[in-house]
Nanobody
Framework: QLQVVESGGGLVQPGGSLRLSCAALGFPLTLDEYAIGWFRQAPGKEREEVSCISMTKSGSIKTYADSVKGRFTISRDDDKNTAHLQMNSLKPQDTARYYC??????????????WGKGTLVTVSE
């Protein structure tokens, strides 16, 4: 069974940075097309997609929500086992529980197959 585990959340001041990590335990090496997505959910709000990296046989594509574009960067390690979300210039509006998820499809639009339990990010003075 594949398990997704997030880490790196915490309390940070506005303008600060955090780096979230996503470990996929039991990642099948034969899986050469997939997508890794970062999602977040703030209190009283719907869950939203923050970023997605699509891994295809022809290359990778990264997407970002407009609210984080230019501030967040998604990346994937070559070992296929770990992904990251570098978050810079954090704003109080970024406060949410952040989830990592893996899809066996080539993008994050068909429903994610594996979800982590999330890591809390709080941006506050």
């Amino acid at each position: 069974q594949l398990q997704v585990v997030e880490s790196g959340g915490g309390l940070v001041q506005p303008g600060g940075s955090l780096r979230l990590s996503c470990a996929a335990l039991g990642f099948p090496l034969t899986l050469d097309e997939y997508a890794i997505g970062w999602f977040r959910q703030a209190p009283g709000k719907e869950r939203e997609e923050v970023s997605c990296i699509s891994m295809t046989k022809s290359g990778s594509i990264k997407t970002y929500a407009d609210s984080v574009k230019g501030r967040f960067t998604i990346s994937r390690d070559d070992d296929k086992n770990t992904a990251h979300l570098q978050m810079n210039s954090l704003k109080p509006q970024d406060t949410a529980r952040y989830y990592c998820a893996l899809s066996e499809a080539v993008d994050c639009n068909y429903g994610m197959d594996y979800w982590g339990k999330g890591t809390l990010v709080t941006v506050s003075e």
